[in-house]
């Protein structure tokens, strides 16, 4: 697993989800057909995260984007390449995986029927805080959620705060910002 996605999978088990990475979702013949891929392979998510008692399930997709110049709004809508962030650019494919998702978990008793279900973006780093302000407006228009370093920044230091856990997000929060103001 892609470390940064390990340390979103740790920040939202401390949140109360159930977390999963690079789950693969088994998409129908019908479907490959109806989003003009039948010779996909499975569609993979790079995490999912489930709260049962919303009935809350959370699709994120990772990109750490460390040492480059980060997401770029231009990534998203209109203009966008469709090469890139393939279920916030194309409808038609979000839907159906999104779908499929839902009816194979349940299928597998692992979530409750008619879960809420929310795309998501965990990105380590933004381009500018111009792309941040354009995403996050585009994000809450299209009712999806943005967990950019700032959120990555506030979960480490409320997990700082919390009782000892054995995961190396807890124990990297707890020596960087336990005691410190960030």
Not at 48 to 66: D, G, H, M
Not at 153 to 167: I, T
Request: with cysteine.
């Amino acid at each position: 697993m892609d470390a940064f996605e390990d340390l979103v999978a740790s920040l939202l088990r401390n949140r109360g989800y159930w977390v999963e990475s690079s789950f693969k979702v088994k998409l129908e013949k019908a479907e490959k057909a109806a989003i003009g891929r039948v010779s996909t392979p499975r569609w993979e998510l790079d995490l999912i995260a489930y709260k049962a008692k919303r009935n809350e399930l959370r699709v994120i997709e990772c990109k750490s984007f460390l040492d480059s110049r980060g997401v770029s709004s231009s990534s998203f809508g209109g203009s966008a390449k469709p090469d890139r962030y393939k279920l916030f650019n194309e409808p038609k494919l979000c839907k159906v995986v999104l779908s499929r998702l839902a009816a194979q978990l349940v299928g597998l008793g692992a979530i409750r029927a008619n879960p809420k279900i929310q795309l998501c973006l965990a990105a380590g780093r933004i381009a500018s805080e111009r792309d941040r302000a354009s995403l996050h407006k585009l994000f809450v228009v299209r009712g999806w959620l943005l967990l950019d370093e700032r959120w990555v920044r506030d979960e480490m230091k409320a997990l700082s705060k919390e009782s000892y856990q054995n995961s190396v997000a807890s124990v990297v929060s707890k020596l960087l910002l336990r005691g410190r103001e960030v």
